[in-house]
């Protein structure tokens, strides 16, 4: 089976839906997968020599030409949806999809043979334009080097970090007078200079900053950490967001206090997750600092174990590739 992924480059949703899920079909032999990440070869590829062809969401400024073209071949194409294409106001690129990606999404999803999606939530949504959807998991490829490097040595003060990005702005807001006064070190890990990330960083001044670094080589900032945040607010754009914060804690053996709302809460089952309720972001982590050391530990094992279980990349590349192969011909 020849898969083609279609992609103008490579950034944290191309790593997560697209990269690391189809290099590991082809290491393990699944399929042959080409990558093509020229939107002017888009419009000259000849699409027929594939079985079927893949992206994220949508094709950039030629989305219309390509989707013709790859019509036109009578290849069936499948995209990933990972994201809401509703976007809240705050968010920095909403006039952008406003003015038209928004239903360039939409549209990507309406002419598809087949949607791949991270959780029921999202594919609620996606259902409503085009039933044939299936859910493929956030998951990680553990044996990347930037989900196994060396832990930090240990010092007396608690670590505790946040990894994202400047869409978070809102949800930080949740968290910061909380952690003002508590015996702890902050992180804040995906520093890029600029309006917004300048105006986060003041809002929170006794935060360290670490900057932000590659789709290969981030993950490694939680070796850093004694337990991990991640503040959410309770809206319909996050509440289809996935649970790769958990994910990827989960690769450091971390356990994660997490907003009490979707994505989140399908990991109510999860012992290394702590859910916080009301927002009071105060006590949650300080009963994480007052637990100690060894019940993080376990706790950070637990959401590892878990993660391992539900968001085990084979597992769900099985889903992939089934529908993969009932839409060839």
Known sequence: MKLLILTDGINGVVYHRLFTPHLRMQIDGQADVSVCQSIEEWLTLDYTQFDVIIFSRWLGAKHYDVLKKIADSGTPYVVDIDDYWILPKYNPAYWAYR??????????????????????????????????????????????????????????????????????????????????????????????PGEIWNRIAKSMPNAKIVEGTSVFEYGEVYRHFDFVVAPLHDTKFNNCKSELKIVEASAYKKPIICSAVYPYLYHQANDGVLLVTQNDWRTAIQKMIDVGSSVRESMGVSNYDYCKKHHNLELHNLTRLQLYKSLCK
């Open 99 to 192: 003015k038209g990606i928004k239903q360039c999404v939409k549209d990507s999803i309406n002419y598809a043979d087949a949607v791949i999606t991270t959780t029921p939530a999202l594919a609620k949504e996606i259902r409503l334009i085009n039933e044939n959807v299936v859910i493929a998991s956030n998951c990680l490829d553990y044996t990347h080097k930037q989900w196994e490097a060396e832990p930090m040595e240990r010092t007396d003060k608690v670590k505790v970090g946040w990894v994202g990005g400047v869409t978070h702005e809102e949800d930080l807001k949740l968290i910061a007078e909380q952690i003002k006064g508590l015996d702890i070190e902050f992180y804040i890990c995906g520093y890029t």
